[in-house]
């Protein structure tokens, strides 16, 4: 599109045929060579170009109406500074929380991608530092005391 990318899921032949009419090529529908599904997949550079051409014409927008309405699957190719502000993705769906950690201070990370009507996520403890959990995984997994580790760190070893 002439303002991005999109997909566009015309994977059998029926879609084939839909997306045909609505970049106004409806002759491609049936030409010999693009008839099957195989045969456009091994013309996929081509009928890139072709489809390509279609869109340019058009904003991702208009390019998405005019094909979802035709009942064909597609969906704008979101760069990441238009995912971070979109109003579904970033504000209904909360994929992007603010925190703030000890070290790297306030941050925007990854929200939970799953969500539950009556138990809402939250973040309970921020990433650990490295090494943090050091001494109680060494103590658990190894039977290792707090001196020992502490020796070990001493040595360099850890």
């Not at 599109?1 to 997306?19: E, F, H, P, R």
């Not at 997949?41 to 904003?59: D, S």
């Not at 699957?73 to 109003?87: E, G, L, R, S, W």
């Not at 994929?95 to 929200?111: Q, R, S």
């Amino acid at each position: 599109a002439s303002d991005g990318s999109l997909v566009i899921g015309a994977a059998n032949n029926k879609l084939w045929q839909s997306l045909c009419k609505v970049i106004g090529k409806p002759e491609l529908a049936e030409a010999p060579e693009y008839l099957e599904v195989k045969d456009r997949v091994g013309k996929h550079e081509e009928l890139k170009v072709i489809v390509e051409e279609w869109t340019m014409k058009h904003t991702v927008q208009e390019a998405f109406d005019l094909i979802n309405k035709a009942g064909i699957p597609c969906a704008p190719i979101m760069t990441i500074d238009k995912i971070v502000n979109d109003p579904h993705i970033a504000g209904d769906r909360e994929m992007f929380v603010k925190t703030n950690h000890p070290v790297a201070g306030d941050l925007t990370i990854t929200g939970s991608h799953i969500k539950l009507s009556d138990t809402p996520t939250s973040i309970r403890t921020h990433s650990p530092l490295l090494g943090q959990h050091n001494a109680e995984i060494l103590e658990e997994l190894l039977g290792l005391d707090i001196e020992k580790v502490k020796e070990l760190e001493g040595k360099g070893v850890l």
